[in-house]
Structure formats: structure tokens, C-alpha cells
């Protein structure tokens, strides 16, 4: 099978980078979701190169490139910001509960012989 030639400066590199940039809505995902997913770069080298990969090479490969997994900005339309510091502050010490207080234990699995 033929494999993308991934080294810096190789033509094929240089121009999936350049389609790369331009984002996932100039090739057709118009989802709502303005970003990069491996299947859709997967789909993208199929596309440009007649080449098959699989979701684990395609992260292999983004990977060695020094490409890194990134989260979206946005956040939820519905997220209230004053109810999560409430939550944090009275709910979350009630649910987590208090620490156990040290109490000597041993760490042996096995009964200690005795005398």
C-alpha cells in the first residue's frame, strides 16, 4: 500500500498542510463544527491521494508532524458561570464528603503470626 510522504518540505506534506488551514467547510463539513476531526483528515488524504489510513495512522502521522489535539473555544450557550461557583462552593464540599482521619493500618495482606 501506498503511504503519504510525510517528511517536512515533501510536496504532498506541504500541500495536505495547505488544505489543512483552510478548514473542514472548504471540503464540504458543514456541520456546525469548525474543526478538525481524524476521520475527517482520514477522508482527506483518501481524497487529495488515493491513499487509505486508519484513524490510529492518521494521529501517528499528525503526530510526528508536530500537530496536537485541540479543543474548541466555545462554550455552551446554555453555561451559567454564577451557578457552577455556587455549586462549587456549597453543593461539591457536601457531596465530596470529609476525609477519613489517620488511623493506623497495615500493609501486609496476610495475618501476622503470632507468637
Same mark, same amino acid.
Given at each position: 500500500?501506498?503511504?503519504?510522504?510525510?517528511?517536512?518540505?515533501?510536496?504532498?506534506?506541504?500541500?495536505?498542510?495547505?488544505?489543512?488551514?483552510?478548514?473542514?467547510?472548504?471540503?464540504?463539513?458543514?456541520?456546525?463544527?469548525?474543526?478538525?476531526?481524524?476521520?475527517?483528515?482520514?477522508?482527506?488524504?483518501?481524497?487529495?491521494?488515493? /491513499?487509505?489510513?486508519? /484513524?490510529?495512522?492518521?494521529?501517528?502521522?499528525?503526530?510526528?508532524?508536530?500537530?496536537?489535539?485541540?479543543?474548541?473555544?466555545?462554550?455552551?450557550?446554555?453555561?451559567?458561570?454564577?451557578?457552577?461557583?455556587?455549586?462549587?462552593?456549597?453543593?461539591?464540599?457536601?457531596?465530596?464528603?470529609?476525609?477519613?482521619?489517620?488511623?493506623?493500618?497495615?500493609?501486609?495482606?496476610?495475618?501476622?503470626?503470632?507468637?
Amino acid at each position: 500500500m501506498r503511504k503519504l510522504c510525510a517528511r517536512r518540505g515533501s510536496r504532498q506534506w506541504e500541500r495536505l498542510e495547505r488544505e489543512l488551514q483552510r478548514g473542514p467547510l472548504v471540503h464540504g463539513w458543514d456541520d456546525g463544527f469548525q474543526g478538525w476531526t481524524l476521520k475527517r483528515v482520514k477522508l482527506l488524504i483518501g481524497r487529495m491521494f488515493r /491513499i487509505g489510513y486508519t /484513524i490510529q495512522e492518521v494521529w501517528k502521522l499528525l503526530r510526528r508532524q508536530r500537530w496536537s489535539a485541540q479543543l474548541p473555544l466555545r462554550r455552551a450557550i446554555e453555561r451559567d458561570d454564577e451557578a457552577i461557583e455556587v455549586w462549587k462552593a456549597k453543593v461539591w464540599p457536601q457531596v465530596k464528603g470529609s476525609r477519613r482521619t489517620w488511623a493506623p493500618t497495615s500493609a501486609s495482606r496476610t495475618r501476622q503470626a503470632r507468637g
